[in-house]
């Protein structure tokens, strides 16, 4: 019955082209990259546009050398959770680095590191969304929050994408004890950025948080690459960031920084901190590494080379959109190396993506239930290891495949 069950789900799932398939990566992260896609027998090598790998620092020789380094000094696994014995020298260094980084924008701080990006999200909502709170979501939030918010005890109200007026009507109507606000800094499929500033200011009037979910800009905006909070004009207090290790930092794990006591507290009860395995020590002992380049003359020379390609691109795709003005697509309004080209239908979008990756480029097509119904997408992704030329391979590609098909 359960098996009969699960395929006929799986037919639905097929037959409104929202099944989804694996590729397998035969050599390392990086712009050029052997994939064998699932469904076929030969590996090909594929121009990468899809990695969170901004920085390009998921191959960086030094950063690799570090990990190396790491493991001979600390060894394989933790071998046991943060409180128990896990939580290793290194583990404590990326802490208080990354608490002194942001001393600046998040005053009277700390810091506490996750595994992954999706279990500091699950803590902070479910440590933070007691009964006693309302939390105010912005709807095209990662589905990371998202899954935080449904384990919340409290009122939840989700706004239309940054709409910050519906959100105020939602704020001033609110009697909670805690008012939460939560947004990713850059929305994860758009490319689009939360106005921060608009939101302290909303946070200051309404007496409430606001909780920032920074893994797309984190090391990929602002001048030291702090992110979301280091591009606006005033941020003071009342700021839960959470950020990825994983995308620009090119290794893996998350970091939340806010007020001491809100961290302390954090520390002391969220489940996804306490009842995990801490992460291998060579991982945090080579994001110490990944942390110098980035916040240093390295990280802000990619980030000006990102700025470039990211120009490029959206001028090379508007000027697409443009000339098949008839053809119902549309580019999302990025400030970030993540550009969408929005083409309606989830068979569309397998299409282009099918259509690119003959043609050696690997760009997802993303569909429901990952972005809205009507709004399946072809998601590009830059990295500073791009070149110039790679964008303008990418747009003749993509010239061909509308001469084609529209
Ligand atoms: C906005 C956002 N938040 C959180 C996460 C989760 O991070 P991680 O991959 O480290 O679990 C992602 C990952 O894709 C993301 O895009």
């Known amino acids: 019955m359960l098996i009969k069950k699960l395929q006929d789900k799986m037919d639905v799932l097929a037959h409104s082209d929202l099944l989804r398939h694996k590729w397998i990566a035969q050599s390392?992260?990086?712009?050029?990259?052997?994939?064998?896609?699932?469904?076929?027998?030969?590996?090909?090598?594929?121009?990468?546009?899809?990695?969170?790998?901004?920085?390009?620092?998921?191959?960086?020789?030094?950063?690799l050398c570090a990990l190396k380094d790491g493991?001979?000094?600390?060894?394989?696994?933790?071998?046991?959770?943060?409180?128990?014995?896990?939580?290793?020298?290194?583990?404590?260094?990326?802490?208080?680095?990354?608490?002194?980084?942001?001393a600046r924008l998040i005053p009277d701080n700390r810091c506490l590191t996750f595994s992954t990006g999706y279990m500091a999200n699950l803590a902070v909502m479910t440590v933070l969304g007691d009964a006693d709170s309302e939390i105010f979501s912005d709807e095209l939030n990662h589905a990371s929050l998202i899954d935080g918010i449904r384990l919340c005890k409290g009122k939840v109200n989700i706004y239309k994408h940054r709409d910050y007026d519906a959100l105020a009507q939602l704020l001033?109507?609110?009697?909670?004890?805690?008012?939460?606000?939560?947004?990713?800094?850059?929305?994860?499929?758009?490319?689009?950025?939360?106005?921060?500033?608009?939101?302290?200011?909303?946070a200051h009037k309404y007496d409430a948080w606001i909780v920032v979910d920074d893994a797309h800009g984190y090391g990929v905006i602002g001048g030291e690459g702090l992110g979301s909070l280091e591009v606006e004009q005033s941020i003071n207090g009342r700021m839960i960031l959470?950020?990825?290790?994983?995308?620009?930092?090119?290794l893996s794990g998350a970091f939340v920084v806010a007020h001491q006591t809100i961290i302390d507290y954090i520390f002391q009860t969220a489940r996804t901190y306490i009842y995990?395995?801490?992460?291998?020590?060579?991982?945090?002992?080579?994001?110490?590494?990944?942390?110098?380049?980035?916040?240093?003359?390295?990280?802000?020379?990619?980030?000006?080379h990102l700025r470039v390609l990211e120009q490029h691109l959206r001028c090379g795709l508007s000027d697409l959109v443009d000339e098949y003005s008839n053809a119902g697509l549309s580019i999302s309004d990025s400030v970030?190396?993540?550009?969408?080209?929005?083409?309606?239908?989830?068979?569309?979008?397998?299409?282009?993506?099918?259509?690119?990756?003959?043609?050696?480029?690997?760009?997802?097509?993303?569909?429901?239930?990952?972005?809205?119904?009507?709004?399946?997408?072809?998601?590009?992704?830059?990295?500073?290891?791009?070149?110039?030329?790679?964008?303008?391979?990418?747009?003749?590609?993509?010239?061909?495949?509308?001469?084609?098909?529209?």
């Open 336 to 406: 970030s190396p993540i550009q969408a080209v929005i083409v309606g239908e989830s068979q569309r979008a397998i299409d282009l993506s099918d259509g690119l990756s003959e043609l050696g480029f690997r760009v997802p097509g993303i569909r429901p239930p990952t972005v809205p119904i009507g709004t399946s997408r072809i998601r590009v992704t830059l990295s500073a290891d791009h070149s110039i030329n790679d964008v303008d391979r990418l747009m003749d590609a993509f010239r061909i495949l509308f001469k084609k098909t529209i």
């Open 28 to 63: 390392q992260t990086g712009t050029q990259q052997i994939l064998l896609n699932s469904s076929e027998t030969n590996p090909s090598k594929q121009t990468l546009f899809c990695s969170n790998d901004y920085l390009g620092f998921a191959s960086h020789p030094d950063i």
């Open 172 to 202: 001033d109507k609110s009697t909670a004890d805690v008012r939460l606000i939560v947004t990713d800094g850059i929305f994860s499929m758009d490319g689009d950025r939360a106005n921060v500033e608009v939101l302290q200011k909303l």
């Open 71 to 102: 493991i001979d000094r600390w060894g394989g696994g933790s071998g046991a959770s943060h409180l128990i014995s896990g939580h290793m020298g290194p583990h404590e260094a990326l802490e208080v680095k990354l608490s002194e980084l942001f």
């Open 242 to 250: 959470v950020g990825t290790l994983s995308k620009s930092a090119g």
């Open 276 to 304: 995990t395995t801490a992460p291998l020590p060579a991982i945090s002992y080579a994001l110490l590494k990944s942390l110098d380049l980035m916040h240093g003359d390295e990280g802000r020379q990619r980030r000006g």
